[in-house]
């Protein structure tokens, strides 16, 4: 009899139990995240048409783009929403570094809302001055590399922030560099955020980037929290980093469920809320988990993107008014030449799984 009572329980037990592993926590907020993403996408959409949240288009953009004008935006709300609950569900709102991920992507998209809320109640497509934007997002990046600072300070490299510095391939050299840590993370955090807003100007290029850069990070997250792995490939084991990988889980099933209403034609756009978040989201990640110089791998189509207006802007003054492209960001160079928006989108695509590919292959090169 007592037999009878015992089986149920112990199965029971096994079940529950299951719920401590980090995989599959991370399993189920990336599953929760796109069915929120999926069921709760239509009912948003609707909403922003209702309140005429739709795109304003640059003047000085293709001509092909005129017929997205009115487009619903601000779908990064949907993103933000369908990443923070699962975390919410299924991870661990005691670990530091969780709390700093989703503090991050708040606050960075609530930059974002103001500038959207300025484009929508102006009616064009500038929203925030761009040296306001840029303050406000410096702002927030001080703030989170003093926080990460004095975490290393006060608790050290196990349950706070180490802040030796980690360069790829150089197992030896980790330079102890205290508050000369915070000016890096400063540089990576408004770069990042700003990279990727660059790159939102097609159907799907933007969400579909940053699904592939989410999706590394996130495997680079459970390896760098891993005891065994983190050892067995030579790179910095952050121990508190492993419930990190939940909230990567959980912004990789957000993005594939938003691309399923933004791939062309796009029925919704992420705006500044969708792209400042998600781009300050991934550095805040990589930080996290010390491998920052490899974001600029895991997220080099970002990087060239926002490289080819760096470039475009300064040969401009420099040269009195000659141009390096036909039109910068670099995905509009392309549009120029002739390419389909959905050609330009897919083979940036496939850049962006080359590079995430190669970052990964670079763990076994160490």
């Known amino acids: 009899m007592l037999t009878w009572l015992l089986v149920p329980l112990r199965n029971y037990w096994i079940f529950f139990n299951i719920f401590r592993y980090i995989t599959v926590r991370t399993s189920l907020a990336g599953i929760s995240a796109l069915l929120l993403s999926l069921i709760f996408g239509p009912m ?16 000085d953009g293709p001509q092909s783009h005129y017929s997205k004008k009115g487009t619903p935006s601000m779908g990064g709300l949907l993103i933000i929403g369908a990443t923070l609950v699962p975390t919410l569900l299924w991870g661990n709102l005691a670990n530091s570094y969780v709390l700093l991920a989703m503090g991050t992507m708040l606050f960075f998209g609530l930059v974002g809302f103001i500038d959207d809320y300025l484009k929508l109640k102006k009616k064009r497509s500038l929203g925030l001055i761009a040296r306001n934007k840029l303050a406000y997002q410096f702002v ?12 290393g300070l006060t608790r050290g490299p196990e349950s ?28 990576i955090l408004v770069g990042s955020s700003n990279a990727v807003n660059l790159a939102d100007g097609l159907d799907g290029l933007a969400i579909g980037l940053t699904l592939i850069s989410s999706a590394a990070l996130t495997a680079l997250t459970y390896i760098s929290g891993h005891a065994i792995f983190s050892e067995y ?44 978040s998600l781009g300050g989201t991934l550095a805040a990640i990589a930080i996290l988990i010390k491998q920052e110089l ?14 080819s207006v760096v470039l475009q802007v300064g040969y401009f003054k420099l040269s009195g008014g000659k141009r390096i492209f036909k039109m910068a960001p670099l995905h509009h160079h392309f549009e120029l030449l002739g390419w389909p928006e959905e050609k330009v989108v897919v083979r940036f695509w496939i850049l962006g799984i080359i590079f995430a590919l190669f970052s990964l292959a670079t763990l076994k090169l160490r």
Not at 140 to 151: E, G, Q, S
Not at 166 to 186: E, H, M, Q, R, S
């Open 140 to 151: 927030l990046a001080v703030l989170f590399a003093v926080t990460l600072v004095l975490l």
């Open 294 to 307: 490899l974001l600029f791998t895991v997220a080099g189509v970002f990087i060239l993107e926002e490289l």
């Open 44 to 59: 948003f959409i609707r909403f922003l048409r209702r309140r005429e949240i739709g795109q304003e288009i640059r003047s």
């Open 160 to 187: 706070g922030f180490d802040l030796h510095f980690y360069v790829p391939f150089l197992k030896k050299w980790t330079p102890y560099l205290g508050w000369f840590y915070a000016p890096w993370i400063i540089f």
């Open 233 to 276: 490939l030579k790179i910095a084991q952050v121990k508190p980093a492993a419930e990190l990988t939940v909230f990567g889980g959980a912004l990789t099933g957000a993005c594939l469920g938003f691309l399923w209403f933004n791939s062309h034609p796009a029925q919704v756009f992420m705006g500044d809320v969708g792209a400042l």
